[in-house]
């Protein structure tokens, strides 16, 4: 039944959506382009939700609708009403098309050419090799040693791939552990928790954070280094309770282990290279209100560097992640239609929001965020719920004082990123059930606590921004 409903429900819904007459909507002034949006979105949810197909086509579906039903070089069919009333306005085609090539996706390009040169050149394992050397032997220590070094690389690279980079440094440290050490639940749970949490740090540092950019311009315009000066400490913060809730819950009865990666830094010229760029990056991002470039511009750099001098070749072109850059453009299209048709605004101003308290549509928004971020990709929950969350916040006037869109926002996309409940909630969170050390009611009791005091702790760091500034 469940195999039917996932292929029927997603087909059935948004034709039955497309079929009503606008008299039926509570919308009032709703036109037929904001109907064929609603449809699109309901599609779009409900092909993240159930998967018939993998969620990275659903985006590129996302964009062909777009462009054949709502475009003006869409099909002739779709435009037969073009200029009544009740039809609106038709989306233009390379503003749709454009969502390929957003600085969002070239800010993630970036990213992963860096992480794909870090891997290659062993940067990766020899930081971890030279980082964790002061933790010592004893595995709460160590395993807070991995939990800060999975953090850190999760920043500025994949969370998948700083995922499975660390758990292969782990393998030989789990297999000093005994068959029933509850020890090997506990360092395997660590690096994807660490992972999905470290991820918040910096814009680049998960899908979400990049998708929330897309939304923060004007007023609420945050730049590279000012999303670090909160994101950081929240990790900080969430990292320390992560260990100690999983120091508790799984302690090791294995008193001393030692940690042996047997690496050396390169020392060849393309090496040499790696290291530079790496390091000229991170640190043009993090100064960038004093050299006048952007995050966007930035993380262009190293790909030219990496393919001018060979270091990124067309082999390794082949093993980027397309599907997240076309799962983020596919987030990006849907946003701009529920804009730009007006649908986002015409929800928002239908429901009387202002009759209830700011607190309660913070927390009831971040609770739907997280609840949704545990069954489904946190990119494609960010993709749903950041255009409404946008609109939201603008047009509710209670929200100003807890500073409005911004606040609205940041607390939403800190919660599609605390979702960590399952092994389907976060790739990382797949790749540590797959080592069999670690079972879903283990995992889900951790992601459980974890989530929500984030979301609580989001809260409070919201509120302090707003008492600072």
């Excluded at 003006?72 to 009544?84: H, S």
């Amino acid at each position: 039944m469940r195999a039917y409903l996932k292929y029927f429900l997603p087909i059935v819904i948004p034709l039955i959506v497309l079929l009503m007459p606008l008299s039926a909507f509570p919308f009032e002034g709703i036109t037929i382009m904001q109907q064929r949006v609603i449809a699109i979105f309901l599609l779009a949810a409900l092909c993240w939700v159930f998967e018939p197909i993998p969620i990275y086509a659903t985006s590129v579906v996302i964009i062909v609708l777009e462009l054949l039903m709502l475009s003006d070089k869409g099909i002739f069919l779709f435009r037969l009403e073009q200029g009544e009333a009740h039809f609106g306005t038709l989306l233009k085609y390379n503003e749709i098309m454009a969502t390929f090539a957003s600085p969002i996706i070239m800010l993630f390009l970036g990213g992963f050419f860096l992480a794909m040169a870090a891997t290659k050149y062993r940067l990766d394992v020899n930081l971890a090799r030279v980082l964790l050397k002061p933790f010592g032997q004893d595995p709460a220590y160590v395993m807070l040693g991995l939990m800060m070094i999975t953090g850190i690389f999760s920043m500025f690279m994949s969370n998948t791939a700083t995922t499975a980079m660390m758990l292969s440094i782990l393998t030989p440290v789990i297999a000093v552990f005994g068959p029933k050490d509850p020890g090997r639940i506990a360092f395997a749970l660590c690096i994807p928790v660490a992972a999905n949490i470290g991820g918040i740090g910096t814009p680049i540092g998960t899908p979400p954070n990049a998708i929330a950019l897309k939304y923060l311009v004007g007023d609420n315009l945050i730049t590279f280094g000012e999303w670090m000066a909160f994101g950081v400490p929240f990790v900080v913060v969430m990292m320390a309770f992560s260990w100690f809730v999983i120091n508790r819950l799984y302690r090791a009865e294995t008193r001393k282990i030692e940690l042996q990666i047997n690496s050396k830094f390169l020392k060849t010229p393309k090496a040499m290279i790696v290291y530079i760029t790496f390091g000229i990056t991170i640190l043009l991002w993090l100064m960038g209100s004093s050299h006048g470039m952007n995050s966007y511009t930035v993380a262009l750099i190293p790909v030219a560097i990496f393919s001018i001098t060979g270091i990124i070749n067309k082999e390794d072109l082949k093993k980027i992640s397309w599907d997240v850059l076309w799962l983020v453009s596919g987030g990006i299209a849907l946003g701009l239609a529920l804009d730009k048709t007006g649908l986002a605004k015409l929800v928002v101003h239908s429901i009387p929001f202002d009759a209830f308290s700011p607190y309660v549509v913070l927390a009831g928004a971040a609770m739907l965020c997280l609840l949704m971020a545990n069954f489904m990709s946190h990119t494609a929950t960010a993709n749903l719920l950041m255009p409404i969350m946008a609109a939201l916040g603008s047009s509710m006037a209670s929200l100003a004082p807890l500073g409005g869109e911004l606040t609205l926002i940041l607390v939403v996309t800190f919660a599609a990123s605390l979702g960590m409940s399952l092994p389907i909630s976060t790739p990382p969170n797949a790749l540590a059930h797959a080592t069999g050390h670690v079972q879903s009611n283990q995992m889900a009791r951790v992601g459980v606590i974890i989530g929500l005091v984030g979301v609580a702790a989001s809260f409070v760091l919201v509120w302090l921004l707003n008492l600072v500034g």
